[in-house]
């Protein structure tokens, strides 16, 4: 249909979805309190978006950015992204300093002088990367030389988890050499999660893993643990989870168990929301960290024993057995196909007949007009910029791990190798659930 579309009845559609998204999140807003000031914090801002907000912003991201970049000359759009390094260069400054927590502690505003006094940085050079950073509606500059925060900067205060996602970025995410990578005659043929283009571009690194190299570079292991669950604090994945998957249908004293879960941020989420018995299986390093954790959000699940700590290694062994749902979270997009077929099939051989699995990942959505969730027109199929973080993560895994993300299709090929048959897609706004059950032999025959 969109391609009939004028050219000028195409803008005017980007226009119509920019102003219905507009008003979807204003509702959404209105529904709990006020709309939003760029000048000040939300009550919301510390706590996950809604489903309904998620889906209202992927769409007006996607529609301004197709608007700007049809009314912009193409010059000036490729020129502005050119730089788009410099934004991340400056948040790792302020954040290095801590400028967000001494605004914090000066409501009206602090000057440059006193701000770079007490980082011990030239006031006026630190005013290059303010004023960069209030352009773009990070810090406000009350008058020259004066800042406050606003409702981005705030949450840059140093040693947060928010702010460790900038500091793991800035040191471990840049992506240098990708072309020379890409032509190697080895390493750009090579599916080796040994030989990824993170490890290459370090001089002297041995060859190994993304994550056995974070157990030599502790600093860097500690930044990415913490980058990590700021990710779920921002994008609120395990409220997602729990407020969006009908785990209320689930039959009295069904069982959750989080297959690789960390710490047990989600184990807590479902612990806390519903009467599930929650088993958390990761590396036996995180125990002591996961029970105190439980011991803190959860308590009375854990005076309840409705939680377990379970050591597992999911590429040799199977969770435990007979559980309702098996939950993986930011697992399969770390591993080769072949890896993650081996890990589907170890959750498979511990399944019972009722059992789902719950992938929790990015899903690459294309043209394909056989796949759910497609985008309202002019938008592309995958509401372009409005689903940029998903292709963010994809180019990020194959950075560190040589792996990628997947489209439905490719879940569906890794759950039928698995001996799994896909149940249900389940879009959870920024991310999606990949739901599967164990194969009836006569559906994997006729797959085959």
Known sequence: MSKSLTPRARLEALLALINSAAHDAISEYERVGDVPSIDTVHPLDATSASLTLNKAVRVMEGACEQLITTLAPPAHTLVKRSFGHLEPTCIEVVIEANVAGMLAEHPDGLSLADIGAKAG??????????????????????????????????????????????????????????????????????????????????????????????????????????????????????????????????????????????????????????????????????????????????????????????PIDFLKESPVKDQDIYYLRHIVHDWTDSDAILILKNVCAAMKPESRVLLHEEVLRSTDPTEPSMAPEPLPANYGAGSLPSYQVDLTMLNLFNSRERSLTEFRALGLAAGLEFVKLWDLGHQFLVEFKISSPGKMVAEL
């Open 121 to 310: 940085i030239c006031p006026d050079k630190l005013g290059q990367f303010m004023r960069f950073l209030a352009t773009n509606s990070c810090f406000k500059e009350v008058r020259k030389d004066v800042f406050q925060n606003n409702r981005l900067s705030s949450r840059l205060v140093a040693n947060t988890h928010l702010a460790n996602i900038f500091m793991h970025t800035s040191r471990d995410l840049h992506f240098p050499g990708a072309y020379a990578w890409l032509t190697d005659p080895k390493l750009g043929l090579s599916e080796s999660p040994n030989q990824p283009p993170f490890l290459w571009n370090i001089k002297g690194a041995k060859q190994s893993t993304y994550f056995e190299w974070l157990k030599d570079n502790p600093d860097r292991e500690a930044f990415f643990g913490s980058a990590m669950l700021g990710l779920n604090e921002a994008f609120g994945d395990s409220d997602k989870l729990a407020q969006n998957y009908p785990f209320d249908r689930l039959p009295k004293g069904a069982t959750f168990c989080d297959v690789g879960g960390g710490i047990g941020c989600t184990c807590v989420s479902i612990a806390t929301t519903y009467p599930l018995h929650v088993t958390l299986q990761d590396q036996p390093s995180l125990r002591e960290e996961s029970q105190h954790l439980f011991d803190t959000r959860c308590p009375e699940a854990v005076r309840a024993k409705r939680i377990d700590i379970v």
